[in-house]
């Protein structure tokens, strides 16, 4: 089995400071982690991803991501927040088993940034 | 690439009527998944196809059905449409590397029933 807790549904920051968005899983298995981020009325776009390669991952638009097993934690950085980053953000875990893939989703995290 | 592509971008729709949503998957991809994703909501799960076949299910009425074809695009069909089926619509395609599942999501269809 495995799930994903995002434990935030807002984030308030202002332009220019820091970006924490914080996710915590649950998988029986060694987990696949990945961000996606949401703009209002669009797919989805994947950040970055996590593959059991090195636990601190960047991705796009200066985002990264540390994957520390110790807490089950994948949480979200960014060191300075654009108005472009007010978005939604969505932390996934995959699987792969049994020839099936299993894809569990957060329930989001919607992140304002402040002029 | 393309990358994963739908159509159509909206669509405007009556109770009681049928719906389909197309979607292609990003190239190299044999896997498609479909979203629904209501407004404030985050994306839930309806259908995966892998080999044209219906693979894994979510928690959706059989009003919900779907295709894929053998050059892996794949349908989304909904009858007796209802006003709670507005939505964006989701394709995601996905591929298995090194046992790991990563998946790419279309740009949406946005269904608004009246």
């Known amino acids: 089995a495995q799930s994903v807790t995002q434990l935030d549904s807002h984030v308030s920051v202002s332009e220019g400071t820091p970006v924490l968005l914080r996710c915590n899983y649950s998988?029986?298995?060694?987990?696949?982690l990945f961000w996606y981020v949401q703009h209002p009325n669009k797919g989805l776009q994947l950040l970055l991803k996590y593959t059991s390669a090195a636990t601190l991952v960047k991705g796009i638009n200066g985002f990264e991501a540390e994957f520390k097993k110790s807490e089950t934690s994948f949480h979200l950085t960014k060191p300075s927040a654009h108005m472009s980053d007010a978005a939604e953000y969505f932390c996934?875990?995959?699987?792969?088993?049994?020839?099936?893939?299993?894809?569990?989703f957060g329930t989001g995290t919607k992140l304002q940034v402040i002029p | 690439d393309a990358g994963v592509t739908q159509s159509p971008t909206h669509l405007i729709k009556t109770r009681g009527q049928q719906v389909t949503l197309r979607c292609s998957p990003k190239?190299?991809?044999?896997?498609v998944s479909w979203y629904q994703q209501a407004l404030g909501q985050g994306p839930q799960f309806i259908f995966q196809y892998y080999e044209e076949e219906e693979r894994q299910r979510g928690n959706f009425p059989d009003r919900f059905s779907g295709h894929q074809f053998p050059n892996y695009s794949s349908e989304l069909n909904v009858n007796a449409l209802l006003l709670g089926d507005s939505a964006l619509y989701l394709c995601a395609s996905s591929f298995i590397r090194d046992r790991v599942v990563e998946q790419y999501f279309g740009p949406g269809t946005r269904l608004t029933v009246t």
């Open positions: 998988s029986s298995y060694s987990p696949s």
């Open positions: 996934v875990v995959t699987r792969y088993s049994g020839g099936y893939q299993k894809v569990t």
């Open positions: 190239s190299g991809h044999d896997t």
